[in-house]
């Protein structure tokens, strides 16, 4: 035994540990107060210690925590149809997680075609930049080089094009073509937005090739980008989508939702979860929609949105030497840094602003869904204060040098 921690050092954590929070903040056991801007990676859709939530999880904790899939679950059928009721989709499998939503989106595309006697179409298209977990196959799907050096062959079925390039997708269909998978918005490949036109494209693509468009919303979707999901800015309908992160307010908890004619191969025995959709999820899945479904909601994600983008534009103008460019949409921006971006996160943070970096060099701003013109006041303020100190330093730092 040694003193060093005995978790694996996967994660490059911060030494930083909180107590408790309340709404936007976070408090530290020394009763420190962070803005938090990041919301557990997109996941504290409601912010910390939500009445509702907090009421619906104790509520169901004192009467039943988990059965497994054996029996019914009430508060599983009834959000299933909820989420049915107010997407393109007519059913939904739960797992627990972003990974174990895409997986079984994967197997779906692909047994939608065995079923149809098309079993040699398996591969799916995707894109550059793409993040869809850390499984095997979602590594796979991913194609980051980084996430896949070290283990092993590559789960076969992925051909990847550039972003938003529709000559590519084109090009890159085949007989073992099933289908494409997207995130309308790259959340960890940099905050990048596929032009809704270009979804629309796909949509065409997949309908003349007899594909099934597959999109990733476990960042985006549940109302992070001022739509209840983020398909909906393009007008189009999907066949298939993986949800999590917002979904479950914090409680792990993620979906695969699909249009019945999608979903046909997935019949009793094909797949599967011990864990998935058991009832403290169910309970919290529902009173998230509760809110997010209230209305002016995601009237007030778009305000909030939108008050924000200008605020950062007005912090872009100010330090054009830190920051080049806002991007996102809703309450999913990122600032693309000129600084490095981990220099800006730790600045930020130095302010008592919790953020998060994303590919191309940007950093994300998550805030809880609930965020108001003071928390988003707030912390343009300390934007604008981290980002002078971080000026400061480095022209400190180019003096020493001199
Ligand atoms: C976070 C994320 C995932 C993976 O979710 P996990 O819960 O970490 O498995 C998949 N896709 C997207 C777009 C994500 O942002």
Redesign the pocket.
Known sequence: MTDASALMPVFARSPLAFERGEGCWLITAEGDRYLDFAAG??VNSLGHGHPHLVEALKTQAEKLWHVSNLYSIPEGERLAKRLADNSFADVVFFA???????EASIKLARKHFHHKGEGERYRLITFEG??????LA?IAA?GQQKYLEGFGPKVEGFDQVPFGDLAAVEAAIGPETAGVLV?PL???GGVRVLPPSTLRALREICDREGLLLVV?????GVGRTGKLFAYEHAGILPDVM?I??GIGGGF?M?ACLATREAADGMTAGVHGSTFGGNPLAMAVGNAVLDVVLAPGFLEHVQQMGLLFRQRLAEVIDAHPSSVAEVRGEGLLLGLRCVAPNGDVVVALRGEGLLTVGAGENVVRLLPPLIATEVEIGEAVARIDRGLSALEGRMIGARGAAE
């Not at 627990?96 to 895409?102: D, H, K, T």
């Not at 990733?216 to 985006?220: F, H, K, L, P, R």
């Open positions: 990676i997109a627990n997680s972003g990974a174990e939503a895409l793409a993040f869809h977990g850390r499984t979602t991913g995130e790259q959340g960890e990733d919303e476990v960042q985006c993986a999590a992160k792990p993620g």
